[in-house]
């Protein structure tokens, strides 16, 4: 873990000490999209250590390839990569496939569309 932390008090009132962009992360979550923050949180919780590394790291990454905004961009990418995810798996408990069928379908719908990608940093 990063030398420099800062206390991060969760929704249960667990309190832990994070790296300062993991800090800042849970803070735009809570406030912009708090539906998934327990989620994370539990995670931060269970796996303190490498979430705090992997996450700092990952954070310090994105803050400077994605500038000024960052932390709106990276919010609204994890609520989006959250509900993609359970859109597709309840289509497929439903109706027995995924809507893409096919390794190009996905390319096609996926990582071949600007659109889709811009919110999928996870």
């Not at 800062?6 to 962009?21: F, I, M, N, R």
């Not at 979430?51 to 803050?63: P, R, Y």
Request: charged content about 20%; overall charge negative.
């Amino acid at each position: 873990m990063s030398a420099a932390t800062v206390s991060y008090t969760t929704a249960k009132g667990e309190v832990l000490s994070v790296p300062p962009l993991i800090h800042e992360f849970l803070l735009g979550m809570a406030a912009e999209k708090g539906i998934f923050l327990n989620a994370v949180e539990r995670n931060l919780v269970r796996n303190t250590e490498i979430f705090c590394d992997l996450g700092e790291t990952l954070l310090t990454w994105a803050k400077q390839q994605l500038g000024e905004g960052w932390l709106p961009i990276l919010v609204d990418g994890y609520a989006f990569f959250v509900m993609d995810v359970n859109r597709h798996q309840h289509q497929y408990e439903k109706e027995g496939h995924y809507p893409n069928r096919s390794y190009d379908e996905v390319y096609d719908h996926v990582y071949g569309s600007e659109d889709f990608m811009k919110y999928y940093h996870w």
